[in-house]
């Protein structure tokens, strides 16, 4: 099974100024057919999880621009470029290039 | 609008078997990977199980191997859990989630369906 590792555990941010977030894999994510399968999801307070980026970089459909994925390998990167009070909730990487998938243990972003 | 409503979810006794159930619309259902994830009070997400559009690629965590099948009816569009030998630390809110397409991952949930396995 592939363990996924985030930091922080906690972000304290300041609306208007950027926030990173870091997932590493404990091997890489690099599947067979050459595409890097990791995701970023965000869960707001009582919600369900959102997809935000999808295989490491590809924004979903409705996510702002603010929101960008970066890595390669087994470090892998969550910017948010302005930070806005809508943002605050649990966000999680996750790695689907192999079964079982897994997920990060998640970091709270809060203002 | 895409959408999966989950039910079933209730309070059994460890050792005790439950269904739950998923019924999704807006999307033709035979054309999706669907998973079951879950989430333990105040915890982080966990992957379960997924199963292919014609069920012949089936996946399941180590912790619910041999406890736990999953199933679907595409007549019905409904994805299923049957869950047994429950234990306590089954107790989680259980998410059906629509796969995305050729991008291996999530990308609709549903708003969950709470499990409490305790005595």
């Known amino acids: 099974e592939i363990v996924m590792t985030q930091t922080p555990i906690s972000s304290p941010v300041t609306p208007g100024q950027p926030a990173s977030i870091s997932c590493r894999s404990s091997?890489?994510?690099?599947?067979?057919?050459?595409?890097?399968?990791l995701s970023w999801l965000q869960q707001r307070p009582g919600q369900p999880p959102r997809l935000l980026i999808y295989?490491?970089?590809k924004r979903f459909s409705g996510v702002p621009d603010r929101f960008s994925g970066s890595g390669v390998g087994t470090d892998f990167t969550l910017e948010i470029s302005r930070v806005e009070a809508e943002d605050v909730g649990v966000y999680y990487c996750m790695q689907a290039t192999q079964f079982p998938w897994t997920f990060g243990q998640g970091t709270k972003v809060e203002i | 609008e895409v959408q999966v409503v989950e039910s079933g979810g209730n309070l059994v006794q460890p050792g005790g078997s439950l269904r739950l159930s998923c019924v999704a619309s807006?999307?033709?259902?035979?054309?999706?990977?669907m998973h079951w994830v879950r989430q333990a009070p105040g915890k982080g997400l966990e992957w379960v199980s997924h199963i292919n559009g014609g069920s012949n690629d089936i996946q399941y965590a180590d912790s619910v191997e041999g406890r736990f099948t999953i199933s679907r009816d595409n007549a019905k569009n409904s994805l299923y859990l049957h869950m047994s030998s429950l234990r306590v630390e089954d107790t989680a809110v259980y998410f059906c989630?629509?796969?995305?397409?050729?991008?291996?991952?999530?990308?609709?949930w549903g708003q969950g369906t709470l499990v409490t396995v305790s005595s």
């Open positions: 807006g999307f033709i259902f035979s054309d999706y990977n």
């Open positions: 295989k490491t970089s």
């Open positions: 989630a629509r796969d995305l397409r050729d991008n291996y991952s999530i990308d609709r």
């Open positions: 091997e890489s994510l690099v599947h067979s057919d050459g595409n890097t399968y």
